[in-house]
């Protein structure tokens, strides 16, 4: 699902919302998670999942071009590990 879907949803859920009004929510709870994360707090959504960040060591890797090896440094990456409901919800045609 993109971001204009999500929007198109909210709004055909939600009639009384304009187009400005949706992508305004849209757009800050989206930037509300990417600002906490960016300070190295971690969000949590209840039956949904949590992301948080987690960092990666620095390590050799390849160019896969010239095959020759290159320093990769640390870094910081974006994790994310479902809720229990999710979970639940997305192996549920594996229990039947």
Known sequence: M??????????EKNPHL?????????????????SSLAAGNRVELRGFGAFSVKEREPR???NP??????????????????GKELHQRLNKADDA
């Open 2 to 11: 993109t971001r204009s879907e999500l929007i198109a949803i909210l709004i």
């Open 18 to 34: 304009q187009l400005r009004e949706a992508t305004l929510l849209v757009n800050t709870v989206f930037g509300g998670i990417t």
């Open 60 to 62: 050799l890797g390849r």
């Open 65 to 82: 071009k010239t095959g020759e090896q290159v320093k990769v440094s640390k870094k910081l990456v974006p994790f994310f590990k479902t």
